[in-house]
């Protein structure tokens, strides 16, 4: 029986509530999934280094604990903060309390409670994945985009090797489900047809995490892995970019 979109955005933020406490721990150490996000995010500040500039006004959607804010703030932005999660929107108020260019709110990306053309800049990192109507949230992003202002977001590479491999070999030997919430991924094929429909043309794309071993490999042997990893992250832009796990679409709306 299909979830009820409701139902699965209360399962997210459940989710997200019971690791607000720990969430940004998955961006230390020397371990698979911290290379994930600390990939992502070196990619990130890079894509954004044009148009997050002192007076611009930002908004981060799926803020998480707060870890891309410093960013913002360094480079002189207006920034606002949204997520599902009430708990993680808590542990940025209190991280940032009396800062006053940083401002957090509880909502959903689907059905934003601001007024229309606010930002200059649109930040998505790990959460269209999670998102019932991916079509209905890029619209309401377009809507709260100022003229000719850029989105920049995350997505999942269905056909990695590592995702492939994950979907095919690894969960029907070892009869592991995908976690705890099930996740939507895509193709960049996929975004290149929705994001026009949903006033957006893309302007730069890159592709992160070049994990080719997938598991248990990569988590037996992670010395080997993870150095392996880095230094694949040198093709992010290159003919063999779709080996990575998870790309970055940056776009502009067409307004």
């Not at 990130?44 to 998480?64: F, N």
């Not at 000719?148 to 491999?165: D, E, M, V």
């Amino acid at each position: 029986m299909t979830q009820r979109p409701e139902s699965v955005q209360e399962e997210v933020r459940g989710c997200f509530n019971n690791t607000a406490n720990t969430y940004a721990d998955l961006y230390t150490g020397r371990t698979r999934v911290s290379h994930f996000f600390n990939a992502r995010k070196h990619l990130v500040e890079g894509l954004l280094a044009d148009v997050v500039v002192s007076g611009s006004s930002a908004l981060e959607v799926g803020c998480g604990p707060g870890i891309m804010v410093n960013y913002f703030l360094q480079r002189g932005a207006d920034y606002h903060g949204l997520d599902l999660s009430s708990e993680m929107i808590a542990r940025c108020r209190t991280k940032f309390q009396g800062v006053d260019s940083a401002r957090f709110f509880v909502g959903d990306v689907q059905q934003m409670n601001f007024p229309d053309a606010s930002f200059d800049v649109v930040l998505c990192l790990g959460v269209l994945e999670y998102v019932p109507a991916e079509a209905r949230a890029l619209r309401e992003v377009a809507r709260v985009l100022k003229p000719g202002g850029t989105f920049l977001f995350s997505a999942i590479n269905k056909w990695s090797p590592f995702n492939l491999w994950e979907r095919l070999v690894y969960r029907k030997v070892t009869h592991k489900g995908p976690g705890p919430i099930v996740r939507e991924f895509h193709t960049n094929e996929f975004y290149q047809k929705l994001l026009p429909a949903c006033g957006f043309a893309i302007i730069d794309e890159m592709y992160f995490d070049f994990n080719l071993l997938g598991r248990p490999l990569d988590e037996m042997i992670p010395e080997i892995a993870l150095p392996l990893s880095e230094r694949l992250e040198r093709l992010s832009r290159s003919r063999f970019r779709k080996l990575g796990n998870g790309f970055l679409l940056k776009c502009r709306v067409k307004k």
